[in-house]
């Protein structure tokens, strides 16, 4: 079955609002990741966590690999924010990472 | 910051024909990897290679080989491509001792 569970599938924000996104993990996970996909296609590393909680800017993500997920928090969202976000979790041992199905964030004026 | 460069970026292959995707590190990483990402759906992976001819298959490894006989360079091959093959293909490196995963711009493949 499916090891990353990502939730919404879709998310619509108006400008200067936020929210969170999330990731649930059936095994557990050694180490996170998460993209942006922009409109280009092209995917952006936003953040590398083994644990606890990373904050860059607007964005902030934290890791429980005990509680098996990790959230992405994006606060007062701004029209460069659209995109689809992706988490990618690594179960260890295989430099493997199992990418979740994204969640498709759109940010209205 | 490491650059993953993709050639062609987007490409069109009648079915039958073979087709050959590139992948290039401006750095010296150990390994690297070929996925595919089809719409609606994360990205599935084709292909690792922890080094120089030291490949191992992903979770979709059929209809595909690779190539790596420089450590800079990684290769995708489709031999007699499939109308199904169609997709866009991304390159990553992974930057070090985690899996840490850099991605490159992707090439959209169509087979007619």
């Known amino acids: 079955g499916d090891q990353v569970e990502q939730s919404p599938s879709a998310l619509s924000l108006h400008e200067g609002t936020g929210s969170a996104l999330r990731c649930n993990f059936t095994t557990t996970m050694r180490a996170v990741q998460w993209f942006q996909q922009n409109s280009r296609g092209s995917l952006i590393n936003l953040f590398y966590l083994a644990s606890g909680t990373k904050e860059n800017g607007r964005l902030k993500s934290t890791f429980n690999s005990k509680e098996s997920y990790s959230t992405l928090h994006i606060r007062d969202a701004q029209l460069e924010d659209s995109g689809t976000y992706f988490c990618?979790?690594?179960?260890?041992?295989?430099?493997?990472?199992?990418f979740g199905a994204g969640t498709k964030l759109t940010i209205k004026p | 910051d490491m650059k993953v460069t993709q050639m062609p970026r987007y490409l069109i292959k009648r079915m039958g024909e073979n087709v050959l995707l590139e992948c290039g590190q401006d750095?010296?990483?150990?390994?690297m990897y070929w996925y595919r990402q089809d719409p609606g759906l994360g990205l599935q992976l084709i292909y690792i290679s922890y080094d120089v001819d030291s490949n191992s298959e992903g979770d979709i490894p059929k209809g595909y080989r690779v190539s790596r006989k420089k450590r800079e360079h990684f290769s995708l091959i489709l031999d007699s491509a499939k109308t199904n093959q169609t997709s866009v293909y991304f390159c990553?490196?992974?930057?070090?001792?985690?899996?840490?995963?850099?991605f490159g711009p992707g090439t959209r493949l169509t087979v007619l």
């Open positions: 990553a490196v992974d930057r070090g001792l985690r899996a840490e995963q850099f």
């Open positions: 750095m010296s990483h150990e390994t």
């Open positions: 990618a979790a690594e179960a260890g041992g295989n430099e493997k990472i199992t």
